[in-house]
Structures are given as structure tokens and as C-alpha cells.
């Protein structure tokens, strides 16, 4: 297993709700940004959701109201509730996570160069 590790993806009805988890693993610390993105065969990745160690969270536009992130305390799980899921929310989920202590936003965690990645986990929601 890698660095990070994403679960709870599957399939859901239009209006339905999943909640995806991200565990860090023992061999990372101090990780002081973390956050969710998602992809789409052929469209650039998109940034979803992002908590920052002081639990600033920022978010996409198109999610804003429908999906929350959290994280547990020491950083070792990230949380993303999804609710009133849309077929456009249809996608790869991803987990990604810094640990240079920084400014943590979507724009920063999507390129900074340092940041940890994980496998995925897929979303699929049928209208």
C-alpha cells in the first residue's frame, strides 16, 4: 500500500450520499495540508475539497453546500461526506497530502511538487 490510501467510493443514485476516507500511513508525519480532488478520463484534475491544520477549509465551486471534509485528529484519516451526489460528481477521487508547512489551499496542494499521492478511489453516481 501506498503512502496514502483512499476507500469508500462505489456507485450511488443521483441525490444519494457516500463518504470517502483517506488514511495516511504510519510513515508520514507531520503532514500539515490534505485534501481531495478528482479526475475524469480526458479533463484536467479538479480540486474538491481541501482542510488545512487549523481547519480552514476551502472548496470547489461546484460542491460548495453538498460535500464536507474533515480530518481526524493527528492527521492519520481525511474525510470527504458527499451528499446530493450528481452524475457530474461521476469521477476518480483522490487523496493528496503535504507536509512542508506552508499555505495550504486547492491551488497550492493540486501543484505543489512536494505533495503526496494516492491511488484513487471511483465514484459513480447514476441519475
Known amino acids: 500500500q501506498g503512502p496514502l490510501v483512499e476507500s469508500g467510493g462505489g456507485s450511488v443514485q443521483a441525490g444519494g450520499s457516500l463518504r470517502l476516507s483517506c488514511v495516511a500511513s504510519?510513515?508520514?508525519?507531520?503532514?500539515?495540508?490534505m485534501g481531495w480532488f478528482r479526475q475524469v478520463p480526458g479533463k484536467e484534475r479538479e480540486g474538491v475539497a481541501v482542510i488545512a491544520s487549523d481547519g480552514t477549509t476551502y472548496y470547489g465551486d461546484s460542491v460548495k453546500g453538498r460535500f464536507t471534509v474533515s480530518k481526524r485528529s493527528g492527521w492519520n484519516s481525511l474525510y470527504l461526506q458527499m451528499n446530493s451526489l450528481m452524475s457530474e460528481d461521476t469521477a476518480m477521487y483522490y487523496c493528496?497530502?503535504?507536509?512542508?508547512?506552508?499555505?495550504?489551499?486547492?491551488?497550492?496542494?493540486?501543484?505543489?511538487?512536494?505533495?503526496?499521492w494516492g491511488q484513487g478511489t471511483q465514484v459513480t453516481v447514476s441519475s
Open positions: 504510519a510513515s508520514i508525519s507531520s503532514l500539515y495540508c
Open positions: 493528496a497530502a503535504l507536509r512542508s508547512p506552508g499555505t495550504c489551499n486547492i491551488v497550492v496542494l493540486h501543484t505543489n511538487k512536494g505533495g503526496i
